[in-house]
């Protein structure tokens, strides 16, 4: 059975992110194992140079955090940043459009970006922002998402109102494909948390808090699993900077 920390994407996506962060961040995923780095696209090669030869993937956003930039200069992005070493993609999907009904503008772009990503053998996953949808919303922005190729729905950017909930994700495992997995962000920032929210159905857990995660104990569920996080959790420095 993989340790906790094999499903976690350790995430710094702060706009004032600095290279030596970054390189702290890929020395803690070197040490404990993490699935990932998340990390800004500008530091997508750095990541890369300092996580080569190991087995920690490397992760980056696209249209991030708003989604709305046009799924042309979405395509360069992903294209960028795999040709700088991402292995996986977390893009946002045009909400804007998709609360105007445009579902097919919506499905368009991730099909084109599932294409680039898998075309160089990387992940796409595709972040819906649960915090502005119903849940009637979110399971449609979901199944569009993995019927237009997506490997993963993830649930947040970290910069909405809130991130990841417990009903957002049994939502989703409810109503999404057994082969679409299912990626929890945003407010993540203990053991209980994570262990709720795996055991819900999530795949992946994105956090900037993972290195206090995986080395703290086991505690009880938080009392709502619910409960709004703060805006912007997954891009916070975790307690290690």
Do not use: W
Request: aromatic share 4%; glycine share 8%; charged share 20%.
């Amino acid at each position: 059975m993989p340790s906790l920390a094999a499903y976690l994407d350790h995430t710094l996506l702060r706009p004032d992110a600095t290279r030596a962060e970054i390189r702290q961040l890929c020395a803690e995923a070197r040490q404990f194992g993490f699935a990932t780095v998340c990390v800004p696209p500008y530091f997508v090669a750095e990541a890369a140079a300092q996580l080569r030869g190991t087995d920690v993937g490397i992760c980056t956003v696209v249209g991030f955090p708003l989604g709305y930039a046009m799924a042309t200069v979405k395509a360069i992005e992903a294209e960028r940043a795999l040709h700088d070493g991402a292995t996986e993609v977390d893009m946002v999907l045009n909400i804007a459009a998709f609360k105007s009904g445009e579902t097919a503008v919506c499905a368009e772009e991730i099909a084109a970006l599932a294409l680039i990503c898998h075309e160089a053998g990387a992940i796409l996953k595709v972040i819906i922002e649960t915090a502005l949808l119903t849940e009637a919303e979110i399971v449609g922005a979901g199944q569009l998402a993995a019927a237009a190729g997506a490997d993963f729905v993830k649930t947040s950017t970290g910069f909405a109102s809130r991130g990841a909930s417990v009903e957002d994700i049994r939502l989703l495992r409810a109503h999404l494909p057994a082969h679409t997995r299912i990626k929890a962000a945003g407010g993540i920032r203990t053991r209980a948390q994570a262990d709720a929210l795996r055991a819900a159905g999530a795949d992946r857990l994105g956090c900037s808090a993972s290195v206090a995660i995986v080395t703290s104990a086991v505690t009880s569920p938080p009392t709502s699993s619910s409960e709004p996080a703060a805006a912007a959790d997954d891009a916070s420095p975790s307690s290690a900077y």
